[in-house]
């Protein structure tokens, strides 16, 4: 059983997919289907809990609050708790509030499972690991018994956590060197001290937002980084393939990023006739792009992307690093550049 069929299998879908860094928002590759699929899991954002109660007024409203407050402001009981501070009387809330600290020792002992949760599994991956954040954040929505269920898992999801955290480390020296290589499109001087690597599918809708960051890169940095462009076309966009061959084609031409920037503005319609049609917007010769599509000239090229993308593990797009430091969000601007500037005080 692997970490997501544990996840699965107990309920925790959302948190084994936010355990990679950029993961919470891209285009993802297709997960093999397993025996757990149908299993019970979370939302997308890893909250199990019901939409909260309209907020109380008055003594109620009070009790509520503190309640929340011990329980945790994302977790079940919370909203459990709430529920029944609505249908309570204003006295009997103010003597729910009075003894809110016996309450609180209570809520504490249900949560017992849960602190242990987070206290076995940060101890085994190290508690100043971003995986080790993840696990004390998304715990917080956990309902007890699920808590214990993943204790009984532990081994298993401690020895997947860790090898997750390795896939968040920094890249070594020759997985940067790899996929910096002068084979690809890219902008900026080879010896600038940062280099930013992005792994990218013209099909993807997330990856025409950071294609939007990388414009802003270009103008803010000018000289100061280089920029290579990866492709990373996923199986279920049916285009995007097609799409990364004709980009090489105007890159051998001169006119890749002119291209690039074409292709993202019409990411939802990248059929052959339309790869064509824009290669007249940039000024790339569309004869030259037809040919290398009918014979596949850069379908190889593509695949060797895909290659070094897996080998550093990429697991969706846009995934982008920064020095070889993978990036928690490529479409927000301001994190990149945080990444960015952290990576020029060097």
Known sequence: MNLTQVFRATGFVALGAALTLGAATGCKKQPKKDATAAAPSTSATGDSTAPKSDKLAGP??????????????????????????????????????????????????????????????????????????????????????????????????????????????????????AVAADDAPSFGPKDAKVTVVEFSDFEC????????????????????????????????????KPAAEAALAAHAQGKFWEYHDVLFENSRKLDKESLVEYAKKTGVDGAKITAALDASTYSAAVDNDVKLGNDVAVSGTPTMFVNGKRISNPTDYKTVSDAINDALKM
């Open 60 to 177: 109620c409203g009070d009790f509520a609050e503190k309640f929340c407050k011990e329980a945790g402001e994302t977790s079940p009981t919370c909203k459990t708790g709430q529920d029944m501070a609505a249908l309570l009387s204003d006295n009997a809330c103010k003597a729910a509030v009075k003894d809110i600290a016996v309450t609180a020792g209570k809520l504490k002992a249900l949560r017992a499972q849960c602190d242990e949760l987070v206290t076995t599994l940060c101890d085994a991956i190290g508690k100043d690991t971003e995986t080790c954040k993840m696990v004390t954040e998304k715990t917080a929505s956990f309902p007890p018994e699920q808590c214990g269920k993943m204790l009984e898992q532990k081994d298993k999801i401690i020895e997947d956590l860790k090898k997750q955290e390795a896939r968040n480390a920094p890249l070594t020296p020759e997985q940067q060197a």
């Open 205 to 240: 809708p997330y990856c025409s937002k950071a294609a939007k960051v990388t414009e802003q890169l270009r103008k803010e940095y000018g000289d100061k980084i280089r920029f290579v462009f990866r492709q990373f076309p996923l199986s279920f966009h049916k285009n995007a």
